[in-house]
């Protein structure tokens, strides 16, 4: 069984690429401090990967 992550988004979108907002809309993040559970996946990690210097990643 794959575990999950809660990924919270801790940097604003404002000034953010399309693609960025694009990514963060695919992961269901919305605003600052927003956080959501999601399968530990392959996608899910490349995701976060572009997007590692505005989030923030815990194992649940």
Same mark, same amino acid.
């Given at each position: !069984?794959?575990? =999950?992550?809660? &990924?919270? !988004?801790? +940097? $604003? &979108? &404002?000034? +953010?690429?399309? =693609?960025? +907002?694009?990514?963060?809309?695919?992961l269901g993040l919305r605003r600052?401090?927003?956080?959501?559970?999601?399968?530990d996946s392959p996608s899910v +990690?490349?995701?976060?990967? =572009?997007?590692?210097?505005?989030?923030?990643?815990? $194992?649940?």
């Open positions: !069984m794959a575990g =999950k992550l809660k &990924i919270t !988004m801790v +940097r $604003s &979108i &404002i000034g +953010r690429s399309r =693609k960025q +907002r694009e990514v963060l809309e695919g600052m401090h927003h956080s959501v559970v999601r399968e +990690r490349g995701m976060v990967q =572009k997007l590692a210097f505005m989030l923030r990643v815990e $194992s649940v």
